[in-house]
């Protein structure tokens, strides 16, 4: 697989590393500040070309990657589907559902694949979770709840864009909390309803929410607790805290700390203590999981599947993360098509 990068900032250096240690050859990239993306062509031994629709109609590129803010997705993707490459974007999948949406259509009548990074889903602890789950190892699930009780600080949140209702689409939730979201669902299944409380810019000065906390009601019937924030210093290991009816499973960062269950047989759980998480710094994270996730990426694209973290997969997690959003200010329940 070649791959050309759009938006060489923080996250990328992740992405040529995974695509590095996978095998996949990093063709070209782009940045609007040239030097840092000549600079990073430069480091990863790839082309820097001048602007975006050059990396989506490269010759040597099967597919975009897309690791710029939310609200920079809809404008390759078109492009790509016009190319014939297939896209992966970095969450969030956009900034706001109609937009989302409006990929998710347009990828199909392309006939390109769609994946959205949300890389924790390949950690080894969800991955178990996922399968144990699904042979009923928990029982019937009663609560699924994650708890995102980061702090990000006033230099991170220091250019304007941060935080943004336009460039990020809100704040702790959207841009931090959404891979908890995103698990949540895949373990748990679709939320029929949600009833949310924000603090926006409790502690920074932002104009989102860096306090959130949410009350859901699954499809299943099951209850369940998100709380997302970069207000509280020094900032903990986030939590993904399971109960089903045989007993409980808990994640911490990303590991699985806790299976406290009876009577239980079958594949042993990969219970560890050394956990990674971005709690107080957005890099600390491991490179695994990417691999895993672009692995399944290129897997998808050869065979014509989709890929674990679909545009529509994506969407579901925007989809909960837009109705917490609405129900803060509304001050009401909102459901949800579950
Ligand atoms: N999956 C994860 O664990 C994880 C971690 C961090 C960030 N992210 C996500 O990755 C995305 C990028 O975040 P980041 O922290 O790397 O941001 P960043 O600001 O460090 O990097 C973004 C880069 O994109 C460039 N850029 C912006 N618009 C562009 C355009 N139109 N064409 C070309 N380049 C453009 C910027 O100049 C910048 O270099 C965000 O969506 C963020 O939520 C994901």
Redesign the pocket.
Known sequence: MRVGI???????HKHAEAYHNIGYEFAAC????PS?GEEFAAKYGGEFVRT?EEVCRHPRVDFVDV????D?RI?PLELCAQTKKHIQV???IATNLETAHAMIKTARAGGIVLGV???HRFDDSSQFLKRAIGQQRLGKILQADAYVKWYRSAEYYSRPIKGSWATEGGGALI?QGI?QVDILLWLAGRVSQVYAEWQLGALHKIESEDVVSALLRYASGATGVIQASTAFWPGYTERLEIHGTKGSAVISGDKLTAWDVENDSGEPPPLARDVAS?ASD?MA?SLAPFERQFRDFGDAIRTGRAPLVSGEEGYYALELVDAVYRSCREGQKVRLNA
């Not at 759009?6 to 990328?12: D, L, M, R």
């Not at 690791?67 to 939310?70: A, E, L, S, V």
């Open positions: 759009i938006g060489t900032g923080a996250i990328s782009t940045d609007v500040i840092k975006w690791c710029t803010f939310p920079f404008q970095q969450k969030p990074v949300s890389q841009n891979h971005g957005p994270i």
